[in-house]
């Protein structure tokens, strides 16, 4: 059966300095997803690996990125100029912590990324196909909730963020329900932490008086 997708590609046109930045920065920066990566080859150190699906343009990626020099960081986007700022700003900032993959992120879990690898997996503002009878195309699902937890580490933590009320429930639900995965809040949702930077698209929807809704939980065993 055809896996269905939980993004639709929309390829917008690529500005010089995109297109420029994807021709100088993806043979240093850009991953082959057909192949199995080594966390330790691939950025040569031991430190943390963070895994962000769906990083958008990429500014908060090369932000955490700049903050957490000791952390080792790789986004997955599928959007080409999305892939094409993020390594502008890679470039420009001389970050030796990214790495990119431009494919389907499932695909990459499943082939690419070694189990029990990761150290955290970030799922930012992903589509909440807000109408009913698009829900099943909401990433997180069962399924994709058991393969995250098969490529962290014990102990390792899955950080979802989402304006969407009723994809935070969802997500809730969905993550409530696996057996391993744990709650780090006490309360149900967490408070946003330091290190997850406030985008233009949330401060917007923060001046109009958009909730927005944190959920970490962490793997056990």
Same mark, same amino acid.
Request: hydrophobic share 35%.
């Given at each position: 059966?055809?896996?269905?997708? &939980? ?22 920066? =850009? ?12 950025? &040569?150190?031991?430190?943390? #690996? ?9 500014? @908060? ?6 903050? @957490? ?13 999305? #892939? ?7 470039? %420009?900032? %001389? ?12 695909? #990459? ?27 099943? /195309?909401?990433?997180?699902?069962? &399924? ?5 937890? &098969? ?5 390792? @933590? ?46 917007? =929807?923060? /001046? ?14």
């Amino acid at each position: 059966m055809r896996r269905i997708r &939980s993004f639709v590609k929309r390829e917008g046109r690529l500005t010089p300095g995109q297109e420029t930045a994807i021709k100088t920065g993806w043979p240093i920066f =850009g991953l082959d997803p057909t192949g199995q990566i080594n966390p330790s080859e691939l950025f &040569s150190n031991d430190n943390p #690996v963070t895994l962000e699906i769906g990083f958008g343009n990429g500014e @908060s990626l090369a932000e955490m990125a700049s903050n @957490s020099p000791e952390r080792n960081f790789i986004g997955i986007e599928v959007h080409r100029p999305g #892939v094409g700022h993020l390594l502008r700003v890679v470039l %420009e900032k %001389e970050l030796n912590n990214v790495r990119v993959f431009d494919t389907d992120a499932i695909d #990459v879990l499943q082939h690419a990324i070694p189990d029990h690898s990761l150290d955290c997996v970030q799922l930012f503002f992903p589509d909440p196909w807000h109408k009913k009878r698009h829900h099943k /195309r909401r990433i997180v699902q069962t &399924s994709f909730l058991d393969l995250i937890h &098969s490529k962290l580490k014990t102990g390792g @933590s899955f950080h979802a963020a989402t304006d969407w009320e009723n994809y935070a429930e969802h997500i809730m639900a969905i993550l409530n329900a696996h057996n391993g995965f744990v709650n780090t809040a006490t309360q149900g949702y967490a408070k946003r932490p330091a290190h997850r930077p406030l985008t233009k698209f949330e401060n917007r =929807g923060l /001046r109009l008086g958009h909730g927005v809704w944190d959920l970490i939980f962490q793997t056990t065993a």
